[in-house]
């Protein structure tokens, strides 16, 4: 059904996330072009949202896409829940608000034209506006608040504590000198309130004549037309709107929903989309494969001491969030942690912990029911590949996720040896008033034990990357391969997941893109195009 009379503009961007509020910002600031953002979710002016310690309230609600992945083999056949925001903002929306920029060498490792950590540098310094004052590692001014954490649970100050009695160094600064080491995270948050994308980029700009914001509009495919996109079309209730683009239509939905945007479109390994009964339009095998994500595993321990974020909804701690936006609402959870390497010779760390002063139930899904503790290793360069692929040729499906964690062992060597790390940290004295009772814990140290145990308690940390991957998929200036006027910007490009949270390179790769998109930066083009890693 064709759309003759449908709205046109310079740039549709399909996704509100943390990419697509950064990219509407920065495009729109030229107001010789029009930009339209759509958004499937709702808007985000819920107290849920603003209140840091509330995001986990957002789970399989309505601002939620509420994933779960395939039955993972490794796992016991165990579907996990993959949360993704559904909301202006995203997952930013919703997540720990932890800024960590991944390890310089992560970006060097992708070994694509133009994405060296030198060159992403300045893009993550002009996104920050960090607390701490500008410097070679901040940056100050922009768009993006970076802010001590105002909880300051005893619990996570007694981990570091405990880590560092456990030998390792102490680390102030995550995204300084050095990455290796413990300490307190510093969060998006602005006033101790939650600064999601939408509020940082897109909340400040929205009364730019050029720049239109869609919610409640969910993309169903690309319109391509002799081999350009030209379009979304997309559905509103029970009506089919088409939204024209004259320059670009710029996909920001996720590492989910990009790639099945993509493939809905007929643009995906032939095969599979042939077998689906999708006209293919251009023949990409690789789009939905590359799948990573950081698999992770938590001790948790209950206790009696009243300091968890079981009480933070307690009259006397809402008014002091009122006041000052401190206490335990202002918790982002996992409030501090660390990195290590397990083993000697790596270019960087192959770990990273969380620790969340709460009982962590059931992928945040369960509720707590004592006070107590969450603390636990995460794989950051995981050699496991998983997919997304489609379920249906309804755009309305859920896409098939499979992570496909430990597929390579190496993986859940490196796991074990994080939990020994973990087990180790838990011994020490300053964690003792809060470690008195075991509620997921190994059975015994053996190593046929801390396996069991980390097949039947890992759980995703909410990190996918990687399934539209520059090269493999898009060019070095993030245009997909094979259709003109197309691009992807958001995690799925990235060919290898960064070592830490995923949230500040995803911001620093839309700043990039933005500059691309405007031809301010000049990319150096491939002699051949290098693999995914």
Known sequence: MDHPNAPVYDYVIVGAGTAGCVLAARLSEDPDVTVCLIEAGPTDDTDNIRIPAAGGKLCRTRYDWDYDSHDEPNLGGRRLYLPRGRVLGGTSAMNGMVHIRGNPVDFDEWRQPGWTYETMLPYFLRSEDNERGAS???GVGGPLPVAEGRSRNPMAAAFVRAALAAGHPANDDFNGPRQDGFGQYQVNQRDGRRCSAAAAYLHPVADRPNLRVWTHLQAHRILVEGGTARGVRCQRLDEIVDVRARREVILSAGAYNSPQLLMLSGIGPADQLTALGIPVVADLPEVGRNLQDHPSTYLVFTHD?????LSAGEERHVRQFESDG???LSSNVPEAGGFV??????PAPDVQFHVLPVMFVDCALGVPTEHGISFGPCVLRPASRGDVTL???DPTAKPRIRHRYYADPADLETMVAGVRIALDIARQAPLAPYTRRAWAHPASGDDADLRAFVRAHTQSIFHP?????????VDPRLRVHGVAGLRVVDASVMPLVPRGNTNAPTVAVAER?????RDRVPVPEPAVAAGVG
């Open 305 to 309: 001491e009243p300091v968890s974020l």
């Open 465 to 473: 990357a990687g399934t539209c991957a520059i090269g493999a998929v």
């Open 513 to 517: 893109a933005a500059d691309l998109i």
């Open 341 to 346: 390497r397990t083993r000697d010779g790596l």
């Open 391 to 393: 379920a249906s040729d």
């Open 136 to 138: 070679r590692h901040h």
């Open 326 to 328: 401190s206490g335990p």
